[in-house]
């Protein structure tokens, strides 16, 4: 059907989108019902049970299967005008309502729960329900059955009610196959019967306030005064059954088997109206599930739903609305008729005049290509047979062809501001003026060898632009190159040129932008680039519209300029959801979109003509749907849905199904995701419905998803699910504990083991090191010691031989004497290789002694930091003389005046450090860790490393050297008696179970 007077509404039925789903979409059973609940999804009720659809899936439960839904309330409640949900709890079916989060049960003795209707509500909030024989009353949390009550006869078949806005009921009670129409008023207590036998089934009220009752012996209006029926008139003798009439005013009927369908209900009230609404009605034929329509119902989408015997209908209302025409679609040439209409032409057939819903073949040439209307009136038509015109009021005439060449493949049409026709055919560009064809000439033309799109601007120049980036504009016959710029680089097959205002859009392969002056400006769109935009049409509010391959554009007037100062513009997109079918391609004329002289926009794709009212308001889009959770399965099995799942330990793959009411368009509800703590953003999963994770940690989670509306709006709140992800037992925080314990206790015992292995090592050693002690004793008794003593007594004889006056003499018996006392010495060490048990003297003792000794010239200081400690005897001995030999060097090499050694006692260690004053170590003695021909340092080392220490050397900045070493405290200290503080420290520090045992020493 065609527009009229700018209408926006469908006229037709088949001018619907029809949607059928039957048992291979997952209907189970014959449809009896269909109703609307709180979450926005569709509840049925069919003859195996009931389901519940989403716009993608039928959901089935049972008596004996619940609702696979988490929150149950939002998916099979009815809402009550007050706010509170009444539903059916689905293990005991008892009747319960749900007010302000707060759910309690209704008091039900009469056994409403039993039916399977639903309560329809007055405006106070009460809800009625007729099932059977029994009329029931529901308010606040009793429902009762009350047909004595009320005035209803007992034992009579009750029809379905109908509850106007004003709050008055009405139904149908039969007695046998007689049947009266009863009614309760506002404010009256009891139901009045109407005089007139009716047997209505159903009953539908009119917007004007009667009602049309539908029955096996036709169809009867009933006229009302008050709320009061009053009379009956006949409209159709037929018989009917489901119908409504939707918010619109629209009816929607069944005959026989047959839907029909009438643009105002009051069309019904005309003679033979019906008759002739049957005949154009939707049938099995053409693809209504099945002709046993059980029910009628619009959703608040405005979308009407069809319960047949074998499935589920769906008509939806497009924005676009087709053409109905009398040949072969391909695509069409159009142009606006200023006078009123539209001109629309293809390759089959002449061009026709589409006007007041009327299609009219005008005598013209065929294969059109090309339409072009001038500033006079004159429509100009450019075929394969060559070019036509047609002044205002006549009839088509046909134009000279060139001498030179055909016309054939023109594309473009357009007047100049002389009063030219510019053409474009094949790869050139002609033009007709006072019965003359002739080829651009000047010094800039545009090139022959592509295709040009031309238009004319509000200036009267013309714009040619061609395949490439180059664009021409003519102005008093003379051509202009326009200069290139980056942005103009990226048109490189223009396809589509249109002028509106002071800017001239230009579509190309690419996307679409507009030369503002001789400036080119691409609009950029939060959709992307769009592709090969063949029509562009700019409306008087500023919006702009446009249209490419399968999809139509629109792009408000605020946004479009915020997409030419280089903004991400918001951009709707209506493509077959919408009603635009087929596509557009290279072949087809352009442009393939026009605005006629009432405001309508016209598409043109290879499905033919389409028609769309820019100014029709749209239906208020609804907010975002609420996400409903259906199951949660942990490795397939299905857990328990409430507001916390529960998930059993060691669960590999945990998968969350949910979905979201889409009655409408499906594949344009989108979600996204997001489990904290494994999800760091959301996860824009599309249309998916469902969410996987694997190897998920114990302990409780939050998922959370949200879901748009059609247009792309998030929803303000996400729904929420807890998974609580149990441990295995050994993943408890006791078995955790545990394990930690006895590990520590573990470690404790191993170190204990570690400590005796190390001790028995250790006595092993010090048994070694005595018996070579004992060893070295005897052979430096037995040798050296013996052979100093000779020495000693032969140089005593030499002595003696000498006066005693002599100053030999005197200077033999003084090295004598320094003899014994090395030779005591040497006693000395023999008897401490011997016995190590106790110190003699302590270590700062032995080391002043030492500096005597020595008869060290420097002043030598002996510090300590720290609490002494009692010292191992033996790694006390090799501190001495690291510190002896230390002390020796600074004396005999450095030539120091002052010496300092410095004992520091620490928990963890203990330092000697010896400092000079000296000329400081030579930098090749530090370099090669030793001096040549002496191993004094080498010893130094040795006996720091068999301490398990570390010994340094540095020359000092100012003059002078610092040795350092370091020994641990588990070799250097002696353990007092009960001395469990330091052990538990060093069990701590794990030193000697890490540390490696020393071996034995060779001395």
């Given amino acids: 059907m065609l527009a009229t007077g700018g209408e926006a509404h469908a006229h037709s039925i088949h001018d619907f989108e029809h949607t059928g789903w039957t048992n291979k979409n997952g209907v189970v059973g014959s449809m009896i019902w269909v109703d609307d609940t709180p979450s926005g999804l569709m509840l049925l009720r069919t003859s195996a049970g009931y389901q519940v659809f989403d716009g993608t899936e039928f959901h089935s439960f049972s008596d004996d299967a619940p609702p696979p839904f988490q929150d149950v309330v939002q998916v099979v409640g009815q809402r009550a005008p007050t706010g509170a949900i009444y539903f059916q709890d689905p293990i005991t079916r008892k009747i319960l309502r749900s007010d302000g989060g707060r759910v309690e049960a209704v008091d039900d003795k009469d056994r409403a729960a039993a039916m399977t209707t639903r309560f329809q509500f007055d405006p106070r909030g009460i809800g009625w329900m007729g099932a059977l024989n029994q009329l029931y009353r529901l308010e606040g949390l009793t429902v009762r059955a009350v047909n004595e009550e009320v005035g209803l006869p007992p034992n009579h078949t009750l029809a379905p009610l109908v509850v106007s806005r004003e709050g008055a009921l009405y139904l149908t009670v039969k ?80 005959s026989r088997g047959q839907l029909y369908f009438a643009q105002d209900w009051r069309e019904l009230l005309r003679p033979g109206r019906i008759d002739q609404l049957i005949a154009k009605g939707f049938t099995v034929k053409d693809g209504l599930t099945s002709d046993g329509i059980g029910a009628i119902r619009e959703d608040n989408l405005g979308q009407v739903w069809i319960a047949t015997a074998a499935g589920l209908d769906r008509f939806r209302e497009t924005r676009l609305r087709p053409v109905k025409l009398p040949r072969r679609k391909f695509g069409f040439a159009m142009l606006p008729d200023p006078e009123g209409g539209l001109w629309a032409a293809n390759w089959d057939g002449l061009v026709m005049h589409l006007r007041d819903g009327k299609v009219e073949d005008v005598p013209s040439p065929t294969s059109v290509t090309a339409l072009y209307a001038g500033r006079d009136g004159t429509v100009w038509v450019a075929s394969e047979l060559g070019l036509w015109k047609r002044p205002p009021g006549k009839s088509f005439v046909a134009v000279p062809n060139p001498p030179n060449f055909d016309l054939h493949y023109v594309r473009s049409l357009a007047e100049d501001d002389l009063g030219a026709l510019w053409v474009q055919t094949g790869r050139r560009v002609v033009r007709w003026k ?101 029509g562009i049409v700019q409306t008087s509010n500023g919006d702009l519209w446009f249209h490419g391959r399968s999809e139509a554009y629109h792009v408000l007037a605020d946004q479009v300029i915020a997409g030419l100062e280089g903004q991400p513009a918001e951009v709707e997109i209506l493509s077959f959801h919408d ?147 149990q441990p295995a037992w050994f993943q408890t925080a006791w078995f955790r504990g545990t394990a930690g314990f006895m590990l520590l206790v573990g470690l404790w015992v191993a170190y204990r083991l570690r400590v005796r292995v190390i001790a028995r090592r250790e006595r092993v050693r010090m048994g070694d090191i005595a018996k070579e002690r004992e060893r070295i004793a005897r052979d430096l008794h037995d040798t050296l010691l013996q052979s100093m003593q000779g020495v000693i007594l032969g140089f005593h004889g030499l002595a003696t031989t000498l006066r005693p006056d002599d100053p030999v003499r005197t200077s033999i018996e003084g090295e004598l004497e320094r003899a014994d006392e090395l030779l005591g010495e040497a006693r000395d060490r023999v008897r401490d290789l011997r016995t190590t048990g106790h110190d003699a003297v302590t270590l700062p003792e032995a080391l002043a002694l030492a500096a005597t000794q020595l008869k060290v010239s420097a002043r030598v200081r002996v510090t300590q930091d720290g609490q002494p400690r009692a010292l191992e005897p033996s790694a006390r001995d090799d501190l001495y003389l690291i510190a002896r030999e230390a002390l020796l060097n600074a004396a005999l090499h450095a030539n120091a005046s002052e010496i300092e050694l410095i004992l520091r006692y620490r928990w963890r260690h203990m330092t000697l450090t010896v400092r000079d004053d000296g000329a400081g170590i030579p930098e090749d003695v530090l370099r090669r860790g030793k001096r040549e021909g002496h191993f004094g340092v080498i010893g130094m080392r040795e006996r720091a490393e068999r301490l398990g220490g570390k010994l340094s050397l540095e020359r000092l900045s100012r003059g002078g050297t610092r040795v350092m070493v370091q020994i641990p405290a588990s070799t250097i200290y002696r353990s007092a008696p009960g001395d469990r503080r330091r052990r538990f420290r060093a069990a701590i520090s794990l030193r000697v179970f890490l540390g490696s045992g020393s071996k034995p020493s060779q001395l």
């Fill in 579 to 725: 009603g635009l079918t087929g596509a557009t391609n290279d072949t087809e004329p352009r442009p393939t979109l026009v605005q006629d002289s009432q405001g309508l926009l016209w598409f043109s794709t290879t499905e033919g003509l389409f028609w769309l009212d820019p100014t029709a308001s749209r239906e208020t889009s609804p907010a975002p749907p609420a996400v409903i959770l259906r199951s949660v399965q942990a490795d397939g099995m299905i857990q328990a849905m409430r507001d916390m799942v529960s998930i059993p330990p060691l669960s590999g793959r945990v998968e969350v199904n949910y979905t979201a009411a889409a009655l409408g368009v499906a594949d344009r509800i989108q979600f996204r995701y997001r489990l904290q703590g494994v999800d760091k953003d959301w996860q824009q999963v599309g249309t998916r419905r469902s969410a996987d994770y694997t190897q998920l940690a114990p302990g409780l989670h939050r998922f959370e998803v949200a879901a748009t509306n059609e247009r792309g709006v998030w929803s303000s709140a996400p729904s929420v699910l807890l998974i609580d992800v």
């Fill in 434 to 534: 006072a019965g003359q064809w002739s080829e651009p000439e000047g010094p800039v033309v545009p090139p022959p060898g592509t295709f040009y799109s031309i238009v004319s601007d509000a200036r009267g120049r013309l714009w040619f632009q061609g395949r490439g980036p180059d664009t021409y504009v003519l102005e008093n016959n003379r051509f202009k190159k326009l200069p290139s710029d980056a942005n103009r680089a990226k048109v490189q097959v223009s396809t589509v040129l249109y002028s509106a205002g002071d800017r001239v859009w230009v579509g190309h392969r690419h996307g679409i932008g507009a030369y503002i002056g001789e400036r080119f400006v691409p609009l950029r769109l939060k959709a992307g680039p769009v592709k090969d935009i063949t």
């Fill in 175 to 254: 007695q046998g196959d007689v049947g009266r129409l009863h009614y309760l008023l506002p404010g009256t207590a009891r139901f009045q019967a109407m005089e007139t036998p009716l047997n209505c089934y159903p009953l539908v009220l009119t917007p004007d306030g009667n009602a049309l009752c539908a029955s096996g012996s036709g169809l009867m209006r009933i006229l009302m005064e008050r709320g009061r029926p009053v009379g009956v008139q006949v409209l159709s003798n037929r018989s009917h059954g489901a119908m409504t009439v939707d918010r619109r005013g629209r009816a929607w009927m069944s």
